[in-house]
């Protein structure tokens, strides 16, 4: 995130949208960010649905199923 002067008194963060690059304030007004438009959030939010974006997660250690059997 970068921060732009907007006027002497204020500053507005900034971030690129995800999807495109575009510039988009980090604004109350701005209902999509951190994607700059429906469409770009919407393109992000199939990627998840169609599984093209994941969160990478540790596998379990080997003797994960010991530990299930000790409860």
């Not at 500053?11 to 109350?28: A, L, N, Y």
């Amino acid at each position: 995130m970068s921060i732009t002067k907007n006027s002497p008194n204020r500053d507005i963060e900034e971030t690129s949208c995800p999807q495109c690059g575009k510039t988009v304030p980090w604004i109350e007004e701005e209902k999509y960010r951190p994607f700059c438009s429906k469409r770009c959030q919407m393109i992000d939010f199939g990627d998840w649905a169609n599984e093209r974006n994941s969160i990478p997660a540790e596998e379990p250690p080997d003797d994960w199923e010991d530990l299930k059997d000790e409860r």
